[in-house]
């Protein structure tokens, strides 16, 4: 075994075998640890079979010494042992890490699952080609997970334009709308595009050729440049809330109807709502809205020479929550959700 003259080998094992008893384990047993820091996973399968969160610096602390006095106590004819030990010891914690309730493969099933829930995970493939392009549309709406699984499943999907900052550190090109509905790039070019995929945030002028309707995104064939055809304002960012007033515009518009969801909020309004719907300065739909419930507005849609249907909403009454709500410090002022937008030719 080793001598006990050698100090310093006795003196580094000892602290190689305390050193883990200092470790977060609390802060780092999450589930980032799945993402970046594998070697804990097996503690993390141990906290759940064997002892609690608490006690797992001390299972490591034990473990550790236990190593260490193995290290300095082995015969040297058994050196060999040590290595196959740690050999062990990574296969044993690989299969852990792989298929325990917290490793890789649940988490990449639960990555999939956010991002795509149709049966073949190449659903934009099977529908376009392999071989076609495929833009992705960023609204900010979906999750990340929606772009980076459609994105690695699926040859197709290639170029990312953005109408919202982007979780993707992947290469995407910022896009905005202009007044006749056509996308355009930094360059002030119109963007083109075979194919589009988008959520249903926005409305894309094309025909539907896919969909997987759980996460709500759809493949359009467009062929040409993109057009959104609708825009909406007066509802604050990524949200439904609308202040006072909203105003729906379409462009290529033949005429048609809109159907628009209300909804109030009790903690807000203990009175109706009542939402008047304008085009043309003509008054065209009215909708009383109670506190918790919900109703549907529907109103005509008539194009104005140059082809667009306009309609203006006017809230007769708004509240501020942080005036109204104990503890909110929302300062908005708020009117109604527009919860969904729907157009009928």
Known sequence: MIPRRRRPVVAAAAIAGVLPVFVPYERFITTSAVADTFALLPWWWVQDHLISLEDVRWAALTVCLAAAALFVLLPRRYALVLPALVAAYFVATAF???????????ASLGKLWAGIRVAHPDWIDRAVGSDAQVAFL??????????WENEFFNRS???VYDLAPTPDPLA???????DDGRLRGPDGKVVRAEYVLADGSVEVAGTPVARDERIGVQVLRVGGPVVLLTRIRGLYPNDTWSGRTVDYERVDCTGGRLSVLLQSDPS???????????????????????????????VPLRPDPDGRCRVHFEVASTAVPARIVPGSTDDRELGVHFSSFGFRP
């Open 138 to 147: 960023w609204t900010g709406r979906a999750s990340a997970e929606t772009l």
């Open 268 to 298: 807000l309004f203990r009175r109706d709502q009542v939402v008047v719907a304008r085009a043309g300065g003509d008054t065209v739909g009215r909708a009383v809205v109670p506190p918790a419930g919900e109703r549907r507005l529907t």
């Open 172 to 178: 995407s090109t910022p896009v905005e709308r202009g």
């Open 157 to 159: 999907v290639g170029p």
């Open 96 to 106: 852990v890490v792989e298929n325990g309730r917290h490793g890789l493969h649940v």
